[in-house]
């Protein structure tokens, strides 16, 4: 594997993404949905060893939302209240439209994802054409803003080579990629399938994982043993243990540290992270 020779492999960048676009606040009270519960949630996740917040947001009625001034104002309100890097979500929710998700970083976080392919996403389809790929990659670019490379599946592996080949590198000057694992429709969320996506993924590439749902724990220790980071949160899972809800994504966050630790790769903390992934400090 080359990806594992980049500084920073001696600790741990941990994400949280702590809402999405598909859980259900009625259902998961301490999902956090409005601007009070994100600024809540950045600070206590910093504390337990987050630096990065991937950032989905909703609306009065909890439902997801791309609305331009509520993303301007939820970037400005986390920078207050925290160090951590912000990166906005440019996949937003099935339902939104290529010209929603690319208006997103007007919003100027610091960061944003950016899914490198079209994915089967349990009875929907998360769309991203290569079109819509180039060009939001090309607005990353022009607005300087880092983008993370979320990969669903192998085949979106192949894509970002193809990307990196046509556009060159990315703003930040490093490629970092996100495995996102175990979704129905994308790859399985196994220590397997793990290696497979690193072999392929770019010389000098640094990555995360994250599995959703079941695959929560054996992504976290496959890819701590593997030389990779972590990407936890409500986003992916709404299940602490089997029958046992999640009470924080604090909580997940507190877990990961701990078995970042015990992997002896404790937390990196936000301004190596900056360093890291090549992100401005916006002071
Ligand atoms: N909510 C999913 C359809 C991203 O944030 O960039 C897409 C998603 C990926 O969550
Ligand atoms: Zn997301």
Redesign the pocket.
């Known amino acids: 594997m080359t990806t594992n020779t980049h500084a920073g492999s001696g600790t741990t960048l941990i994400t949280v993404a702590p809402t999405?676009?598909?859980a259900d606040k009625a259902r998961h009270p301490a999902l956090p949905v409005t601007i009070d519960e994100l600024v809540a949630t950045a600070r206590e996740c910093e504390a337990a060893g987050a630096s990065i917040i991937?950032v989905?947001i909703r609306d009065a009625e909890a439902r997801p939302t791309l609305d331009l001034a509520q993303l301007k104002d939820t970037v400005q309100a986390i920078r207050e209240a925290s160090t951590l890097i912000v990166q906005l979500?440019?996949?937003?929710?099935?339902t939104d439209s290529y010209s929603d998700r690319l208006a997103v970083l007007d919003a100027a976080p610091d960061g944003c994802?950016l899914?490198c392919g079209t994915v089967n996403?349990g009875d929907d389809v998360?769309m991203n054409p290569w079109p819509f790929i180039r060009e939001l990659y090309e607005k990353t670019k022009e607005l300087h803003i880092v983008p993370e490379f979320?990969l669903f599946d192998l085949g979106h592996v192949a894509t970002l080579h193809r990307l990196l080949d046509d556009l060159g590198e990315p703003y930040g000057g490093h490629v970092h990629c996100d495995l996102v694992m175990g979704v129905p429709g994308g790859m399985a969320g196994d220590a397997a399938t793990v290696v497979k996506a690193v072999e392929a993924l770019p010389a000098g590439a640094s990555w995360s994982a994250t599995g959703i749902g079941r695959a929560t724990l054996p992504v976290i220790l496959a890819a701590l043993s593997a030389g990779g980071h972590l990407r936890v949160g409500m986003?992916d899972t709404i299940s602490y243990a089997r029958g046992r809800p999640v009470a924080s994504n604090a909580e997940l966050v507190q877990r990961a540290a701990m078995f970042a630790e015990l992997a002896q790769r404790p937390p990196m903390r936000p301004y190596q992270a900056r360093a890291f992934l090549g992100v401005e400090d916006y002071n």
């Open positions: 999405g676009a598909e991937h989905h979500s440019t996949g937003g929710a099935v994802s899914t996403f998360f979320e986003e």
